[in-house]
């Protein structure tokens, strides 16, 4: 009977082998201890900017609503009042009542429901840029003081084109009342 020392190098390359799978186990250990644990990246979703046409067509339907509300209940009101009534000072209330009805109607359909019946039809939004809930104070903003702007600047048509056109070079696509307003219209997935 052949004994097997334990110097035999057959035993020895055995020893060896098992040593080294034991260190590499306790190293692979050592390595997942000392690196803390990576996040999964979550798909972070790049919304899609809803263009300079889309947004064109989009408030030429707005205003064909809006026309049509004034046509329907302001207009046909004034036609019943005197000459008197109809201008206050060097400003046509009709033009003041036209106007609260154009920031009342993009305001609040905004707000509520984050797009008016222009963008519905067209499928596109708007959205705070931060993800949170539109605010007033963005929609005071973004439909008053810089729309006001934009048709104060109606007489310096080539002003006003510039700052509508500017969305179509922006990347994110977004006007002076967008930027204004830190918000965003983007194509709705709904």
Not at 36 to 58: D, I, N
Not at 111 to 116: A, Y
Not at 131 to 156: A, C, D, N
Not at 178 to 185: E, F, G, M, P, Y
Request: hydrophobic content about 50%.
């Amino acid at each position: 009977m052949i004994q097997h020392s334990t110097y035999t190098p057959l035993a020895r390359s055995r020893r060896t082998r098992l040593r080294n799978r034991d260190l590499m186990k306790t190293e692979e250990e050592n390595q997942h201890q000392q690196l803390p644990e990576q996040p999964v990246e979550e798909a972070v979703e790049v919304p899609h900017y809803a263009g300079f046409w889309v947004r064109l067509w989009a408030f030429l339907l707005d205003l064909l609503v809006l026309f049509s509300i004034n046509s329907v209940f302001i207009n046909s009101w004034f036609i019943f009042l005197d000459d008197g009534f109809q201008s206050i000072g060097p400003f046509a209330t009709l033009t003041f009542i036209h106007a609260l009805t154009f920031f009342l109607y993009f305001a609040i359909m905004t707000k509520l429901l984050g797009k008016t019946v222009g963008k519905m039809v067209l499928g596109i939004k708007v959205v705070s840029t931060d993800g949170s809930p539109l605010t007033w104070k963005q929609m005071f903003f973004r439909e008053g003081v810089v729309r006001l702007v934009y048709h104060i600047q109606i007489f310096w048509f080539m002003l006003f084109l510039w700052v509508y056109i500017l969305i179509a070079f922006v990347p994110t696509k977004r006007g002076l009342h967008d930027l204004v307003a830190d918000t965003s219209v983007i194509h709705d997935k709904k």
